[in-house]
């Protein structure tokens, strides 16, 4: 497994410097989260023996199984937590993560504030954005972003750093990926998380700054 998983970061970070490249962006860019849902702790192990040191994990509960020990262990490891957050979860999410990748309403930021209050520790945060309009879909709706970016900054202080978005599936992400960007460069943030393991070299043409790789790197979840 770890020779695997090994080899499947070192295609990734190879594909992410050619798309860096391509896009005349500088080298190292564009930060590579790899997503570890539903593989074991070792397979996290791994990716740390190969340099590996940015996770991203969509679930507070498996998180909280997972990093622990290894983050007492690794200081320097840099936990994203990618999926949607329940306000009942945002004291876990506020002790475990460095990166919260998923406020997207006003009462999650409310909450979350409290929570950083009392911890005592900021995560950074960006707000995710419904980008497509899905019904379905976790996120801010485009219109109502800047106004959310507003209140999380000046209201609660949590000083978001960017925008993050998951477009939607089967159709051409580029244009959605380009909306988010203008949608952050119009809200003054630089920060964007675009780009999994299918569309990840187009995000960076569209200026990703960080791209979420799961099924690349760890296989596909069973
Ligand atoms: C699972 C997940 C990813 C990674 O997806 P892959 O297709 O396995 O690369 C990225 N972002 C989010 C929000 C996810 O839930």
Do not use: W
């Not at 995710?128 to 996120?139: L, Y």
């Not at 949608?183 to 964007?192: E, M, N, Q, V, Y």
């Amino acid at each position: 497994m770890s020779s695997a998983i090994a080899a499947g970061l070192a295609a990734i970070r190879s594909r992410i410097a050619e798309a860096e490249a391509a896009a005349g962006r500088a080298p190292g860019a564009v930060t590579l989260v790899a997503v570890a849902k539903t593989h074991p702790a070792a397979a996290v192990e791994a990716a740390l023996a190969a340099g590996q040191t940015v996770f991203g994990e969509n679930r507070v509960q498996e998180a909280m199984g997972k990093y622990p020990e290894i983050k007492a262990r690794v200081p320097a490891l840099r936990l994203h937590l990618i999926g949607p957050l329940q306000t009942n979860k945002a004291r876990e999410a506020v002790g475990l993560f460095d990166v919260i990748e998923s406020l997207d309403r006003p009462k999650l930021a409310r909450v979350l504030a409290e929570e950083v209050q009392r911890a005592g520790r900021c995560p950074e945060i960006l707000i995710q954005v419904n980008i497509g309009r899905e019904a379905q879909k976790a996120g801010v709706d485009p219109d109502q972003t800047e106004t959310l970016v507003r209140l999380a900054r000046d209201e609660y202080a949590l000083a978001p750093r960017g925008l993050m978005c998951i477009p939607p599936a089967g159709l051409d992400p580029a244009p959605f990926f380009r909306q988010l960007a203008e949608l952050a460069a119009r809200c003054g943030l630089d920060r964007l998380s675009m780009g999994m393991s299918e569309d990840f070299p187009t995000a960076i043409a569209c200026g990703a700054t960080q791209v979420r790789v799961g099924s690349a790197i760890f296989g596909h979840r069973g």
